[in-house]
């Protein structure tokens, strides 16, 4: 993970994380855990579990 980056948990709940429909569907994502060395391997549609999460269809289009 790049410094700087942010991870999609712990996010202040007033904040929106817009997911893209094609992340959902993915068997499998790797997201950062909050630290540079911890990752975690999730179901894309486990993403819509996080507080804020909002899927977008053609979001990275």
């Known amino acids: 993970m790049s410094i700087g ?9 007033d904040l929106a994380l817009y997911i893209d429909t ?3 569907r993915r068997p499998w994502v790797i997201v950062g855990g ?3 060395s911890l990752k975690l ?4 549609g486990d993403l819509l579990r996080i507080p804020g999460a909002e899927e977008v269809d053609g979001l990275s289009v």
């Open 41 to 44: 391997r999730l179901a894309g």
């Open 22 to 24: 094609a992340v959902l």
């Open 5 to 13: 980056g942010v991870t999609v948990f712990a996010l202040p709940p």
């Open 34 to 36: 909050g630290s540079r």
